[in-house]
C-alpha cells in the first residue's frame, strides 16, 4: 500500500452547499448595504468635526513684576482665585499716605463743623442781647415820650395862665425848664433806639456791643465746611482709586475652569494687557462640525446626535443640534478667491454647525480634540431651553 493511498480521502462541500454559503454571503451583503443606505437617508455624518470651549485669555490691567505665579498646564481653578502677584509695595506705601490724608482731611471737616456750631450759638447769643438792648431803648423811648408830652402840656398850659397872670414868672420858668429837660431827654432816647439798632444790625455780621465776634460768621464757616467736606470727598477718591489699583495687582481668575497654556513665569515683568494664561470651562464644551450644504437643507435644531471622540473610540457621546449656521465657512477664509480670471470650478461648501453635548464622560475630553458626529434627521428635532444664546463660529 502506498502513502498516497494511505492518506484520508478529502471530503469535498457538495455544490449545493456552495450555493447556500453564496447566498448567505449576498443577503448578508444586500442587509449591510440596505441598512448603510437606510443609516445614509436618515443621518447626516461628519468626520472633521473638533470639541470647542469658550478660551478665556487671562490679562493684567496693571503692568508690573510677576512676583508670585504658581500654576501648570492643566491645574484647576475657581472663580476668583488668585492667578498672579504683582509688585506692590511702593503702591502699599502710597495708599498709607492716602488714608493718613484722609484721615487729617475728616479731622478738619470736624474742626470747622465744630466752629460753625460754636459760632451760631455766639451769634445767637449776640443777637438776642442786642435785641433785648434795642428793645429797652425803645420803652425807654416811650417813656420820654410821655414825659415830654406832659412837660409839653404844662409848659403852655402855666404859659397860658402868666399871661393872664394867674401864676407866676417862677412857675412857668419851672414848666419851661421842664420842658427843655424832657426834649432833650427824648432827643437822647431817640439816639439810644438808633445805637441800639445800628448794634442789632452789626450783630447780623459778627460785631456784638461794637467789637468783632471771637469767631468769624457764621456764612463764612459754612462755606469753610463745604470746603472741608469737598476736599475730603477728594481725599477719599484718591483713596478708592488707590485702593482699586492695589486690588489690580493681584490678578484672579474671571471664571471657574482649566488652565491650557501658561505664558509667563514668575520674575517676568508683564505690560498692561499682556496675556499671562489661557483657560476654559470644562463644563461649556461644544461640537463644531463642518456639514457639507447639500445636507444642511435637512438638519434641524434639537434633532439628536451621537459623538464619538478620537481619543476615546469607546466611549458614547450624546448631544442635540444648537445652532446652524448662515454662512459658508470660506467667507471667513483669510485669502479668499476672487475669481477674477472667469474660470469656475464648483466645491461644496461647508456650513459650520454647534452641538451640544447632552450626556457621556465629557470631564475626559477638552477643546480640539477630534470628535465624529452622526445627526439623526429622522425626526423635525425638538424645541430645547438654552441659557444663553449661541452663535456658530466659522473654523
Request: glycine content about 6%; overall charge negative.
Amino acid at each position: 500500500m502506498t502513502a498516497d493511498s494511505a492518506r484520508p480521502a478529502k471530503r469535498r462541500l457538495p455544490r449545493s452547499g456552495k450555493l447556500l454559503i453564496l447566498a448567505i454571503v449576498v443577503v448578508l451583503c444586500l442587509i449591510w448595504i440596505g441598512l448603510a443606505i437606510a443609516h445614509r437617508l436618515s443621518h447626516v455624518s461628519a468626520q472633521d468635526a473638533r470639541v470647542m470651549a469658550d478660551q478665556v485669555t487671562v490679562s493684567s490691567r496693571l503692568g508690573g513684576w510677576v512676583t508670585t505665579f504658581e500654576l501648570t498646564e492643566g491645574d484647576t481653578l475657581h472663580r476668583g482665585d488668585a492667578v498672579a502677584t504683582l509688585y506692590d509695595k511702593p503702591d502699599q506705601r502710597k495708599l498709607e499716605a492716602l488714608t493718613a490724608n484722609v484721615a487729617t482731611q475728616q479731622a478738619r471737616l470736624d474742626y470747622e463743623k465744630a466752629r460753625l456750631s460754636m459760632a451760631e450759638k455766639q451769634l445767637k447769643g449776640g443777637m438776642n442781647l442786642t435785641h433785648r438792648q434795642l428793645e429797652a431803648s425803645k420803652a425807654a423811648e416811650k417813656a420820654s415820650q410821655a414825659r415830654l408830652t406832659q412837660a409839653e402840656r404844662d409848659f403852655r398850659r402855666s404859659d397860658t395862665l402868666y399871661k393872664k397872670h394867674s401864676v407866676s414868672e417862677q412857675r412857668r420858668d419851672q414848666d419851661y425848664y421842664a420842658y427843655q429837660a424832657a426834649l432833650a431827654e427824648h432827643a437822647q432816647a431817640q439816639q439810644e433806639v438808633q445805637v441800639s439798632q445800628a448794634l442789632a444790625d452789626n450783630a447780623q455780621v459778627g460785631f456784638i456791643n461794637g467789637s468783632q465776634m471771637p469767631l468769624p460768621n457764621p456764612d463764612v464757616l459754612r462755606q469753610q465746611v463745604q470746603i472741608a467736606r469737598q476736599e475730603l470727598a477728594e481725599a477719599e477718591a484718591k483713596l478708592e482709586q488707590e485702593q482699586l489699583r492695589i486690588a489690580d495687582l493681584q490678578i484672579d481668575s474671571p471664571i471657574d475652569g482649566v488652565i491650557n497654556k501658561t505664558l509667563i513665569d514668575q520674575g517676568e515683568y508683564v505690560s498692561a494687557g499682556q496675556p499671562i494664561l489661557m483657560m476654559h470651562d470644562p463644563s461649556k464644551l461644544w461640537v463644531e462640525a463642518n456639514i457639507k450644504e447639500t445636507d444642511i437643507g435637512a438638519l434641524r435644531v434639537g434633532q439628536p446626535v451621537a459623538i464619538t471622540v478620537d481619543a476615546f473610540p469607546d466611549q458614547t457621546f450624546t448631544g442635540h443640534v444648537a445652532v446652524i449656521g448662515r454662512a459658508a465657512t470660506s467667507q471667513f477664509a483669510l485669502l479668499p478667491d476672487p475669481n477674477p480670471s472667469g474660470n469656475f470650478t464648483k466645491i461644496t461648501q461647508r456650513i459650520p454647525v454647534r452641538i451640544r453635548f447632552d450626556d457621556g464622560p465629557i470631564d475626559l475630553i477638552g477643546p480640539g480634540m477630534m470628535v465624529e458626529v452622526d445627526i439623526d434627521i429622522s425626526g423635525d428635532g425638538e424645541s430645547r431651553p438654552t441659557s444663553r444664546p449661541d452663535t456658530a463660529s466659522a473654523s
